[in-house]
C-alpha cells in the first residue's frame, strides 16, 4: 500500500525567509514519482515539483526544490524567498510507475500543510 | 492554452437529489481523473480513464457514483441519491498520457448536500 505523511498541519514563515515542509512516504513499489501541489483558496491544485525515484539529481524550479532523501524516504519541498502569494495549502503526492496495471497513475495524497507567510 | 475546466464550480442538493458534476480535460491529454476532497483532508482517488475506457474505478465509495467519458474527453462523474457525506470538493485532473505524466487540476466542484 501506498502512504503519504505531512506532519505538519501548518507553517509560518516571514516574508524572503525560505520553509521546508515536510513529507514522508511509504511504498513498497521501487518506481515512482513524487509531486507537490499548491492549494490557494481558491481550490485549485496548482502542481510545483516533480522528482522521480530514479532521478540522481534534486527536482529545482525556480524558488521551489525537493530536498529528496530516498533512504528516509523522505521527499521535503523547500521554499527559498517566501513571498505572500505563497501562502496556501501544499500537498505532498505519490504515484506508482512500475506495472502494476488499474494501481497505475492514480496519486496517493498527504493532508497538507498550511503554510501561511506574514509580512 | 486553456486548463482544466469542470462546472457548476458549486452546487447544493437537497438529499436524495441526483447531481452530474462536468469536467472539460485539456485538450490532447488521454488520461482523465477524478478525485474527492473532503474538507481538511487531501484528495481521494475515484476513478481514472484513458480515452473513453475506465480503466479504474475501484476509488467510487458506492455503487451511487458513476462517471462516463463517452467520446474520450468530456466526463461526467454523476452521484444518485445524494447523502451528506456526500459533501466534498470533486477535483478532476488531466495527463497528457499514462506513464508519470504530470496531472493538471480543474477548480474543483464544491458539492454541499443538505
Known amino acids: 500500500a501506498q502512504k503519504i505523511t505531512q506532519t505538519q498541519p501548518g507553517m509560518f514563515v516571514q516574508e524572503k525567509e525560505a520553509v521546508t515542509l515536510d513529507c514522508t512516504y511509504d511504498?513498497?513499489?521501487?518506481?515512482?514519482?513524487l509531486f507537490w501541489y499548491k492549494q490557494p483558496s481558491s481550490g485549485e491544485m496548482i502542481f510545483l515539483i516533480y522528482q522521480g525515484s530514479y532521478d540522481q539529481q534534486n527536482a529545482t524550479e525556480g524558488r521551489y526544490s525537493l530536498n529528496f532523501q530516498k533512504a528516509r524516504k523522505s521527499a521535503n519541498l523547500v521554499i527559498s524567498a517566501s513571498q505572500l502569494g505563497d501562502s496556501a495549502m501544499y500537498f505532498c503526492a505519490m504515484r506508482v510507475l512500475s506495472d502494476r496495471g488499474s494501481t497505475l497513475g492514480r496519486l496517493y495524497f498527504g493532508r497538507g500543510t498550511q503554510l501561511t507567510v506574514w509580512p | 492554452g486553456a486548463g482544466v475546466s469542470q462546472s457548476p464550480r458549486y452546487k447544493v442538493a437537497k438529499r436524495g437529489q441526483d447531481v452530474a458534476l462536468r469536467c472539460d480535460p485539456i485538450s490532447g491529454h488521454v488520461s482523465l481523473f477524478w478525485y474527492q476532497q473532503a474538507l481538511g483532508q487531501g484528495p481521494e482517488f475515484l476513478t481514472y480513464f484513458q480515452n473513453e475506457a475506465q480503466l479504474d474505478k475501484s476509488g467510487l465509495p458506492s455503487d451511487r457514483f458513476f462517471a462516463e467519458r463517452p467520446e474520450g474527453s468530456v466526463s461526467t462523474l454523476k452521484i444518485q441519491r445524494t447523502q451528506q457525506e456526500d459533501s466534498a470538493v470533486y477535483l478532476c485532473?488531466?495527463?497528457?498520457?499514462?506513464?508519470?505524466?504530470?496531472?493538471?487540476f480543474g477548480p474543483g466542484t464544491r458539492l454541499l448536500v443538505l
Open positions: 511504498t513498497s513499489d521501487p518506481s515512482y514519482g
Open positions: 485532473a488531466s495527463s497528457l498520457a499514462l506513464g508519470g505524466e504530470t496531472q493538471y
